[in-house]
């Protein structure tokens, strides 16, 4: 019976990786929580004799934890971009795969992250929206800005700030913490490309906002 628990227990973790994206995040902070709690087993055990079980709980959990991080690795990426909608759609679009791509935590392990081909994907659509001249309403602009924030060469860094100080000044977007927060970002970035001081120090801190 005691087996059967406890596989079903490391097939339910398994599936709950694989399918929910955050999971990985949250069987992270269980299997820290496991390497404390196996610290403190272990320093109590210096002192008194400590039951077995508790150490055997505390590894499994650390081992099945360790398998369902591993099994999130593998779990596939949404389409980059929708490949129909309104360009507007297209756009909020690209911008939730950016962001949702960086809170994965396979994008963050070089040999299971397809990031970086991603970004690109996602970069030379927004110039071709842009070369077509699309790009004429605010929140439009500021989603492909922070594409644009996420290339890595300092053109596209000043292409990201114009976009964004643009967006920034629509009346209905000026109480939006994410785009006024762009604006400021978008344009440091663009200046430490170019070997130039910041002007609101938004790159050499910790922000919340994922970048």
């Not at 644009?148 to 009346?171: C, F, G, I, P």
Request: aromatic share 12%; proline share 2%.
């Amino acid at each position: 019976m005691k087996k059967i628990l406890i596989f079903a227990l490391l097939i339910i973790t398994v599936l709950f990786s694989y399918l929910v994206s955050w999971s990985e995040w949250l069987l992270l902070t269980v299997l820290f929580l496991g390497l404390v709690f196996l610290i403190i087993l272990g320093l109590i055990r210096i002192f008194r004799k400590s039951k077995k079980i508790l150490f055997q709980s505390a590894i499994l959990l650390i081992g099945i934890c360790l398998i369902g991080i591993f099994a999130g690795l593998f779990r596939p990426y949404e389409p980059a971009l929708l490949k129909s909608g309104t360009i507007s759609e297209q756009l909020e679009y690209a911008y939730k795969t950016d962001q949702s791509d960086r809170k994965q935590l396979r994008s963050f392990i070089p040999m299971f992250s397809k990031l970086q081909e991603r970004d690109v994907l996602r970069l030379e659509k927004v110039k071709q929206i842009n070369a077509e001249g699309e790009l004429t309403k605010s929140r439009d602009k500021f989603h492909s800005a922070f594409i644009y924030h996420h290339s890595d060469n300092s053109a596209d860094y000043k292409m990201a700030s114009k976009l964004a100080a643009a967006a920034a000044k629509d009346e209905g977007l000026q109480n939006d913490y994410q785009v006024q927060w762009l604006r400021k970002a978008a344009y440091d970035r663009w200046m430490v490309s170019q070997e130039k001081p910041e002007k609101y120090n938004t790159q050499n801190k910790f922000s919340i906002e994922i970048k």
